[in-house]
C-alpha cells in the first residue's frame, strides 16, 4: 500500500509542475515521469493483476489504485495541455522579427504594446 501512496505523491508532484506550463516544468517532470513508472513496476510485481474484491484489503487496495489512476489522468491531461502550450510558444518565438518581441510578447510572457513612431493616441 505504500508503493500505491508513494506512486500518489508523485502524481501529485508532477500535477503540481505542470500547473504552470513552462518548459522548465516539463523537463523536471521527466524525471518525476520516470519515477512514477518505477512506482508502478514496483506495484505490479508486487500484487500482480486486479486486485480481490472480497477482502477488505483488497477492496482499500481497489480504492487507492483508482485514485491514482485519476491522478494519473489529470496529469495527462496537464501534460498534453503543457506541451501545446510550449509548442504554441515556440511557434510565436519563429515569427519574431527585431525590434518586435516574441510575437508581441516579452520573455516573461507579458504583452507588449506596440507603439508606431510619430502617432499620438488618446482613450477618454
Same mark, same amino acid.
Do not use: N
Given at each position: 500500500?505504500?508503493?500505491?501512496?508513494?506512486?500518489?505523491?508523485?502524481? !501529485?508532484?508532477?500535477?503540481?509542475? #505542470? !500547473?504552470?506550463? !513552462?518548459?522548465?516544468?516539463? !523537463?523536471?517532470?521527466?524525471? /518525476?515521469?520516470?519515477?512514477?513508472?518505477?512506482?508502478?513496476?514496483?506495484? $505490479?510485481? $508486487? =500484487?500482480?493483476? *486486479?486486485?480481490?474484491? $472480497? *477482502?477488505?484489503?483488497?477492496?482499500?487496495?481497489?480504492? $487507492?489504485?483508482? #485514485?491514482? =489512476? =485519476?491522478?494519473?489522468?489529470?496529469?495527462?491531461?496537464?501534460? /498534453?495541455?503543457? @506541451?501545446?502550450?510550449?509548442?504554441?510558444?515556440?511557434?510565436?518565438?519563429?515569427?519574431? +522579427?527585431?525590434? /518586435?518581441?516574441? @510575437?508581441?510578447? +516579452?520573455?516573461? @510572457?507579458?504583452?507588449?504594446?506596440?507603439? /508606431?513612431?510619430? *502617432?499620438?493616441? +488618446?482613450?477618454?
Amino acid at each position: 500500500m505504500e508503493q500505491v501512496r508513494q506512486a500518489q505523491r508523485h502524481v !501529485e508532484k508532477i500535477c503540481r509542475r #505542470l !500547473e504552470k506550463p !513552462e518548459l522548465s516544468a516539463l !523537463e523536471q517532470c521527466e524525471a /518525476d515521469v520516470s519515477r512514477l513508472i518505477k512506482c508502478l513496476q514496483a506495484i $505490479e510485481a $508486487e =500484487r500482480g493483476g *486486479t486486485p480481490s474484491l $472480497e *477482502t477488505a484489503e483488497g477492496r482499500k487496495f481497489a480504492v $487507492e489504485i483508482l #485514485l491514482l =489512476r =485519476r491522478g494519473v489522468s489529470r496529469a495527462q491531461v496537464l501534460l /498534453d495541455a503543457a @506541451g501545446r502550450f510550449c509548442a504554441g510558444w515556440a511557434h510565436l518565438v519563429a515569427l519574431r +522579427t527585431e525590434p /518586435d518581441p516574441a @510575437g508581441g510578447y +516579452t520573455s516573461s @510572457g507579458a504583452a507588449v504594446i506596440p507603439i /508606431d513612431q510619430g *502617432t499620438v493616441v +488618446t482613450h477618454g
